[in-house]
């Protein structure tokens, strides 16, 4: 994973010409350690990438780790801490505490969903809903959580959702011309069709020529008939405002995955400071 790139972003976006406040009260030998410090209860994720951060300013930071990514925090713990010149530290820190709480709230959601499913053959999927420019951080911290990633964009996966076989002109339509053009284009993705009722569900059925069958906003007891229909021939999606209440139910109808939009949309960060040492 190349992290440059969005790296360099942040630092343009926030640094800009300079931190003119450390610039202007910090002299520019002085020289410091900081540790971060938990102020909650989660699975830390981001360590990594603050590592990456650090290294990327390029002014000698180092970094000594206690507690790496995907591990249970609780208040007061110390993940790492930071050594080098006080006016990088400084010029650092928000950048690195702000993907750390971020990445750190999605990895505990994530993990609290899978832990919800646990016993089930069901995985948890996160989605396309996230803040524009951040995917690959949160979908990242999604992993870390434990859950799983679902297509990353447009571009590694066929979604046909239901306005695609809406304007399209309907299911079978919409899935042979999406074969033809994967033949012409001599592209090999997996394709999944949006199914809304048990209707539709047997249309794809007829047709085949998918991977999945997504099985949106449909009831636990229309799941469970639809997963029984397709037996097996197709994977299964169920999505649509599973919530953690409700979720485990989708779980036991046998269903192969669940995406939940929540994972990466309605996470709460996860508190931490960088204080000096």
Known sequence: MDLNPFIDRIFAEDIGDGDHTSLSCIPADAEGTARLIVKGEGILAGVELAQAIFERIG??????????????????DIAFTVSGKTQSILKTERLALNCMQRMSGIATMANTYMKAV????????????TTPGMRMIEKWAVRIGGAYNHRMGLYDMIMIKDNHHDFCGGITKAILQTQKYLQEKQLDIKVEIETRNMAEVEEVLAVGQVNRIMLDNFDVPTTKKAVELINGRFETE???GITLETIRGYAETGVDYISVGALTHSYKSLDMSLKKK
């Open 59 to 76: 002014e000698g930071l180092t970094m000594e780790v206690f507690i790496p990514d995907g591990r249970a925090v609780k208040y007061g």
């Open 118 to 129: 646990e016993g089930t053959n069901a995985k948890v999927l996160d989605t396309r809903k």
């Open 238 to 240: 169920s999505s649509g």
